[in-house]
């Protein structure tokens, strides 16, 4: 499933580009978007949704109007991204697993095969330090995969305390906060995911021939973001075209710098 509001879904803005690397990725990855939800933060969104897409959730909420771009960490930014994660912890509450993506993740491959089976949660990283089981490295909750279990429905009931614990934090910083103490309380396995497939812009995949998500993360403001992804699909776009020789040689690179990719 993704997240989106009214700003996001405009002809030509995120949502199209998102679509649009499924449609240019390797694999048969197009397929997984017959089982995407886009959950919608508003009714103008909700019907952007439906004209292009059949599975949309209308996400009632009170109190904030999320029709137009949220700037990273003001006050409504944050009740958005805390509602994200408390929606997310329903579904693990009525049982589901899910893999939850930002609509800024552009999807090359299909990426499940790089997900532990023996994780119950799998974290995509800013800073992916090498071992995907270590505590150091630095979590990004744009790309996530969890397992509805005991131990994750309880860690996602400490992550929704620690919004008050850590009063004023973005979700993500309260992961990398309450990590620590809840893995050790639970026992659960929580996989950090190598940067090299699961990539973004703060740890950038050279590598083309391996990478399956990009995500413009450490980039804000929904300008740039378009600017920078609409390059990487462009070269994405000329590196499948290639032959396969010129593929495997490693010819093809990101257009560096972009505003805020490097």
């Known amino acids: 499933m993704t997240q989106i509001n009214a700003a996001w879904t405009k002809p030509g803005s995120l949502l199209d580009l998102f679509f649009e690397s499924f449609r240019m990725g390797e694999g048969g990855v197009a397929r997984l978007l017959e089982h995407l939800v886009i959950v919608t933060m508003d009714p103008a969104a909700y019907e952007g949704c439906q004209a292009v897409h059949r599975h949309c959730y209308f996400l009632r909420t009170t109190g904030v109007d999320y029709r137009s771009e949220k700037m990273f960490m003001s006050k409504d930014y944050l009740e958005m991204m805390w509602g994200r994660n408390r929606f997310q912890q329903t579904i693990l509450e009525l049982g ?20 532990s089976m023996g994780a119950d ?12 089981y270590s505590l150091s490295n630095f979590p990004n909750g744009g790309f996530l995969f969890v397992r509805s279990n005991s131990k994750t429905v309880e860690f996602y009931r400490s992550w929704q305390q ?14 990398n906060l ?25 740890q950038l995949s050279k590598d083309l ?11 804000v403001g929904l300008a740039a973001k378009m600017h920078d992804l609409r390059g990487v699909l462009d070269v994405w776009r000329n590196y499948t075209a290639a032959p396969p020789d010129d593929r495997r040689a490693g010819k093809f690179h990101w257009n560096l710098p972009g505003i805020c990719i490097h």
């Open 162 to 175: 620690g919004r008050w614990r850590f009063f004023g934090k973005h979700e993500q910083d309260v992961f």
């Open 96 to 115: 589901y697993n899910f893999l939850f993506t930002d609509v800024d993740v552009m999807w090359f491959r299909d990426p499940f095969r790089h997900i």
């Open 178 to 202: 309450i990590k620590h103490e809840q893995q050790a309380r639970l026992g659960m396995a929580i996989q950090f995911l190598d940067t090299t497939y699961i990539s973004g812009f703060c």
């Open 121 to 132: 949660i799998a974290i995509s990283s800013d800073v992916f330090i090498g071992d995907p």
């Open 209 to 219: 021939n391996k990478i399956c998500t990009l995500h413009a993360n450490c980039c």
